[in-house]
């Protein structure tokens, strides 16, 4: 019989294939809620978004839509949210105001001073 086939390793642990280590923690939790947008619709028509690359499949939305979801029942590799509002277009603005804030601040820079050679003089001369 070949070994290399065998669901046991040579010490007697069992092996686990193509299963993501179900200890890790998980970047949502129940009851939280989040402003997302809905990148894909699955299989069955759900809205799919992702928390730091966390799915999270919600019922009735569409691709493209800009929501605010709370989070009812998390799982092994996803989580199960209900839309509770649309994000309203200030929320969106303030969104942009703050990643836009750290880029104007690279932007403004000290001119320096235009260096006195001593011009003034000869043309007074």
Not at 18 to 44: A, C, L, M, W
């Amino acid at each position: 019989m070949i070994e290399r086939f065998s669901k046991f390793t040579k010490f007697g642990e069992k092996r686990r294939f193509d299963r993501r280590n179900e200890n890790f923690e998980k970047p949502v939790n129940v009851g939280e809620e989040y402003d997302v947008e809905i990148t894909q619709v699955g299989s069955k028509g759900d809205g799919i978004a992702r928390v730091k690359n966390f799915v999270i499949f919600i019922p009735n939305t569409k691709q493209g839509e800009k929501c605010k979801v709370k989070i009812k029942e998390v799982r092994a590799k996803f989580a199960v949210a209900e839309k509770i509002g649309a994000v309203t277009k200030k929320e969106i603005a303030e969104e942009k105001v703050i990643e836009e804030a750290p880029k104007q601040e690279k932007k403004v820079e000290e001119k320096p001073e235009k260096e006195d050679l001593g011009e003034d003089i000869e043309k007074n001369k």
